[in-house]
């Protein structure tokens, strides 16, 4: 049976049980220096987006990294405070969220990006000598997966690039300061370019407000889901971002916030089969798990490898990998894995990110433990 880390997955499940995640903070750590040095030529902060995994024994590893956060609601805000972040190191960008939140972000401390002009005159007063971000639509159609662009002309997010003129006015009647642009284009963002015309358009619009601080340019890192997957080409991207700060010749940060890029193939769920059983057509494998614990597959079609981890010198057959819940629930269809017995322990891979951030007691069945190898040892977190 398969090892990570030098730890015998098969001794992990027997002490453990299953279903279970187990995350690698070695990888998260390889990933966030792999980033740092693409980006040392430019003065850049790495805000890690909790949301793709909100655990506080992966926050910690961040902030040991000398990282801060991306938060997208006052409950993330809350755990990066009493975990020991400080309100600077800490972006706030939530989605369509209520007045009340922007205002305990903003009197919280910690670094508000407003994603609508509506909020403006909500806000009103409360925004005297305030400091806010903008979170900006560029309009831009990305290529891949159309569920995770958040920054084409038809998406809730960010304020659309004709609105900028109001947002002037409002400077001028609530007296509040433009410190930093934001703009994050969508997740797995297949081609860098992309990326790249988004970052542009933050560019452009700098000069328009005195004394922006900073440029946060979201995510989009993309990450091998499956052999044969590209990256993203951290060079491409960085070089472009230099080119532009050289061009604009101003003191600013560059914040990016990746979620995925540094958790989401430090990341496993281990799942037990609980049953193979033969339709009309297909052979099914039951397992012990379902999208109640990691719903990409279901929601965003996402692709997850899977192995065997029990049988890996078996004959490969083919299946579809479905869950316990009692709804269509599946993980993987006609995958070819190598023969699948009942009790054999499959492992579905890149699950670190928005696996159990997003899980579920669905049908009251609990979510899996969380487990964490780091420098030999295993710890439940
Ligand atoms: C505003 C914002 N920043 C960062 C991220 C992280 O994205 P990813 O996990 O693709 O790196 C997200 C995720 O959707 C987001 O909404």
Redesign the pocket.
Known sequence: MCEINGISVKDIIKEHGSPLYLYDAEYIRRQYKKLTEEFSEFKHRI?Y?M??NENPAILYIIKDLGGGI?A?SPYEIDRALNLGFQQSDIVF?P?CTSVNELVYGIEVGVNV?IGAVEYFPLLGDRLKDKCIGL?LNPSIDIKGNKK?A?AHSNSK?GIPLRDLNKVKKYQDKYGFKVKGL?I?T????KDVDDLNKSVAVLFDVVSQFEGVEYIDI??????KYRTGDGEIDLEKYAAHIKSKLYSLNKDIEIKI????????NAGYLFTSVNIVKKGYEKTFVGVDSGFNHLIRPMYYDAYHEIENVSNPGGEIEVYDVVGQLCEEDTFARDRQLNKVRVGDVLMIKSAG??GFSMAMDYNLRKKPKELLIDRGNIMLI
Request: cysteine-free.
């Open positions: 805000h987006a949301k793709a991306d997208v960008t989605s990006h979170r995770i958040t997010f934001h994050h969508g997740s797995n963002v979201g995510s989009g890192l993309k990450i916030e990746p979620g995925k890029f540094l958790v989401g990110a928005y």
